[in-house]
T-cell receptor
Framework: GAVVSQHPSRVICKSGTSVKIECRSLDFQATTMFWYRQFPKQSLMLMATSNEGSKATYEQGVEKDKFLINHASLTLSTLTVTSAHPEDSSFYIC?????????FGSGTQLSVL | AQSVSQHNHHVILSEAASLELGCNYS??????LFWYVQYPGQHLQLLLKYFSGDPLVKGIKGFEAEFIKSKFSFNLRKPSVQWSDTAEYFC????????????FGTGTLLAVQP
């Protein structure tokens, strides 16, 4: 069945560095992918909607220059956390929909030291 | 291994019928549990969550879920569904510790016929 692959699953980085997270749809094409983040003891928060071939749509309060999204192909969307700081430490997860169902990546736990 | 399973992949109900969607989890230690919904053309929304306390949790739009620790279950219920409940429903779990890796079930497509 359709699968969404997210990589890496866990990353630890120094403050000030940039981190790229990949989200791939396997076996299906996804014109739209979603990026979420979750803080401890809270629910998922939508960060942005990634549209293939066009600019991502960001939710209110999400910094576009901080969280760069590139959806260059129908099977790949990337989220780059630029100049990461400890407050960016969180769980990030992507999702993509085929013609019928929504699938989630396995998530990325980002820890910024 | 940590996992969340949803037994019903596709459910079709008539309006006013009662709904129960199954969710079981496999997790070492204390867990936090969630039900999310995605309506057609929209992004995920939180229906309800359980962290601790009363195992019967009430959420938005008349939904509720019961945490049964002995059965590792967190089933979603609604006494009387409406056509507007047509959506995809996801159960999710995370460890209650500092590392909040959220794991989703495969989802249940609910179609409510008027």
């Amino acid at each position: 069945g359709a699968v969404v692959s997210q990589h890496p699953s866990r990353v630890i980085c120094k403050s000030g560095t940039s981190v790229k997270i990949e989200c791939r749809s396997l076996d299906f094409q996804a014109t739209t992918m979603f990026w979420y983040r979750q803080f401890p003891k809270q629910s998922l928060m939508l960060m942005a909607t990634s549209n293939e071939g066009s600019k991502a749509t960001y939710e209110q309060g999400v910094e576009k220059d901080k969280f760069l999204i590139n959806h260059a192909s129908l099977t790949l969307s990337t989220l780059t956390v630029t100049s990461a700081h400890p407050e960016d430490s969180s769980f990030y997860i992507c999702s993509a929909r085929d013609a019928i169902k929504l699938f989630f990546g396995s998530g990325t736990q980002l820890s910024v030291l | 291994a940590q996992s969340v399973s949803q037994h019903n992949h596709h459910v079709i109900l008539s309006e006013a019928a009662s709904l129960e969607l199954g969710c079981n989890y496999s997790y070492g230690g204390t867990v936090n549990l969630f039900w999310y919904v995605q309506y057609p053309g929209q992004h995920l929304q939180l229906l309800l969550k359980y962290f601790s306390g009363d195992p019967l949790v009430k959420g938005i739009k008349g939904f509720e879920a019961e945490f049964i620790k002995s059965k590792f279950s967190f089933n979603l219920r609604k006494p009387s569904v409406q056509w507007s409940d047509t959506a995809e429903y996801f159960c999710a779990a995370e460890g209650a510790g500092a590392t909040n890796k959220l794991i989703f079930g495969t989802g249940t497509l609910l179609a409510v016929q008027p």
